[in-house]
């Protein structure tokens, strides 16, 4: 870029620092999107409304509005490996919603808001640790400050079986964000390339259990009362599907990667206040020293990442 020869920024930069809450206006709605997302999921395990049927809603309306931008990238998607390409997929598409929405039946909004963007840095270490030395690990003290908060969390539920299976498949779902956390940055897709491939490759995905679903009967999606539906479309379909993604990235460029990335970690705390009206879901006390150590983990992470 070129400056003035008074010395002026960039035009981009100054841009940027100019309007700033553009940037902090644009990541508040990523984080309202977030804990929306966790909201919807917990609202369809309470409706008994099938993942499955739950996917269509996040992924159809997605894949339809991106399949242009799918044809467009389709040489840049080709030249892909096929290793990052189905980590993008399974990490960030059809998979990990079936998890995260399994997982959501089990257990309450804040505990899946917790660990599954609470243990990301946790298992994005461990997994760049297997892949590429132990330099992933230099920020340990963050990492097992995360590490504390996810033990406190589960020895409290211990001998609570379906507890106990809801923080498994939430921290299944995790790890399989963090492999797409690493393919993405390897792949270097474009934030619309890679939500073109997983809603369109979801919503392909999904097509064949549609219709079979469709043969014994009309789906339970169609039973909700239209507040409902309007809800999970405008969270999943848009929201989820569409906003967030552009939002976080207009986020990253205004505010820079590491501010933005600290969203993560404020999730729980809005999702557990929408959870106490909606749901009546109080966290208990040791719930909370839990989620208190797993966010000043991925904090703290942050604030020493280099």
Not at 3 to 26: D, K, Y
Not at 39 to 60: H, N, T, W, Y
Not at 127 to 139: D, V
Not at 204 to 209: G, M, N, Q, V
Request: charged fraction near 10%.
């Amino acid at each position: 870029m070129s400056s003035s020869a008074s010395g002026a920024l960039p035009l981009g930069r100054a841009q940027s620092e100019a309007r700033p809450w553009l940037g902090w206006a644009a990541l508040a709605l990523t984080l309202c999107i977030w804990a929306g997302f966790f909201i919807s999921l917990r609202a369809g395990a309470l409706a008994a409304l099938p993942p499955a049927e739950l996917a269509l809603i996040r992924f159809g309306p997605a894949g339809l509005i991106f399949l242009p931008v799918l044809w467009r990238a389709r040489n840049r998607l080709r030249a892909m490996s096929w290793r990052p390409a189905l980590c993008i997929v399974v990490g960030a598409g059809l998979p990990y919603f079936l998890v995260a929405s399994w997982g959501m039946r089990h257990a309450p909004v804040a505990e899946g808001a917790t660990l599954i963007p609470g243990t990301l840095p946790l298992f994005t270490a461990l997994l760049g640790a297997a892949l590429h030395g132990r330099q992933a690990l230099a920020r340990w003290p963050a990492l097992l400050c995360i590490a504390a908060g996810v033990a406190t969390m589960l020895a409290l539920h211990a001998g609570q079986g379906d507890r106990a299976q809801g923080y498994a498949l939430f921290l299944l779902g995790s790890l399989m964000w963090s492999a797409y956390t690493l393919a993405l940055r390897e792949a270097r897709l474009a934030p619309l390339e890679a939500a073109a491939l997983i809603s369109c490759v979801s919503l392909t995905l999904l097509a064949p259990w549609l219709l079979w679903q469709l043969g014994p009967g009309p789906l339970k999606l169609l039973q909700l009362d239209a507040g409902s539906l309007a809800l999970q479309l405008a969270l999943q379909g848009l929201g989820v599907g569409l906003v967030s993604t552009l939002s976080y990235s207009f986020a990253v460029a205004r505010l820079g990667a590491q501010r933005s990335a600290t969203a993560g970690a404020l999730t729980p705390v809005l999702a557990s206040l929408l959870a106490l009206p909606l749901f009546g879901e109080r966290p208990e006390t040791l719930t909370l020293l839990g989620m208190l150590l797993v966010a000043a983990g991925v904090l703290w992470s942050q604030r020493t990442q280099r």
